[in-house]
């Protein structure tokens, strides 16, 4: 059984710097072909992808967050981790993990994370 | 980027009748690899999105046949052949044939 999980701050400030995990089951980060994605939602709004990161290391992010973002992983620990700097209240969304399959499908996702900016 | 724009933004629909929703895309989808790397996710209220369909057509593990994908190239679509409450919720396209672009989402309602 797949599952994914996110976790991390609730509430962060200003400035401050975001650090979510991602914690996978089921499935191995090694896994050839397999990756992770991060995607938020603001409340009421649509999805936007973030960034990914595959079994090989290779690693991709949004066009207009690339300076902000960082993504790694720890395959022995089964976890992502995605970096935000310099957090602004118009990140205040819902970040999602979500599995990429063989077929760069989002084929399972975590049940997401609301993290609000607020001094 | 790729834009990804749906239409239509809201759709009301009487239970047990059809339903369709389309994607279109700013540049064709077909990746180098030959595949078209279009799929649709269900977000029902207060729930994580749902892969319903990949690769333009192919329905994803548990996902009921009333729903369907067609298309190619950059216009797409969804059809439910006939809608369920349980089918309430926000639609959104994807493509991953360039990193990953969503639509805005097109919310289905029962009138």
């Known amino acids: 059984q797949v599952t994914l999980k996110e976790s991390g701050p609730v509430l962060v400030k200003p400035t401050e710097t975001l650090t979510l995990t991602c914690t996978v089951s089921g499935f191995s980060l090694s896994n050839a072909r397999m990756g992770v994605s991060w995607i938020r939602q603001p409340p009421g709004k649509a999805l936007e992808w973030l960034a990914h990161?595959?079994?090989?290391?290779?690693?991709s992010y949004s066009t207009s967050l690339k300076s902000r973002l960082t993504i790694s992983k720890d395959t022995s620990k089964s976890q992502v981790v995605l970096t935000m700097t310099n957090m602004d209240p118009v990140d205040t969304a819902t970040y999602y993990c979500a599995r990429i399959n063989g077929d760069y499908e989002n084929d399972y996702w975590g049940q997401g994370t609301l993290v609000t900016v607020s001094s | 980027d790729i834009v990804m724009t749906q239409t239509p933004l809201s759709s009301p629909v009487t239970l047990g009748q059809p339903a369709s929703i389309s994607c279109r895309s700013s540049?064709?989808?077909?990746?180098?690899?030959?595949?078209?790397?279009l799929s649709w996710l269900q977000q029902r209220p207060g729930q994580p999105p749902r892969l319903l369909i990949y690769?333009?057509?192919n329905r994803f593990s548990g996902v009921p046949d009333r729903f369907s994908g067609s298309g190619a190239g950059t216009d797409f679509t969804l059809k439910i052949s006939r809608v369920e409450a349980e089918d309430v919720g926000v639609y959104y396209c994807m493509q991953a044939t360039q990193l990953y672009t969503f639509g805005q989402g097109t919310k289905l309602e029962i009138k």
């Open positions: 990161i595959f079994s090989n290391d290779e690693k």
């Open positions: 690769k333009i057509s």
């Open positions: 540049q064709s989808l077909v990746h180098s690899d030959g595949n078209t790397y």
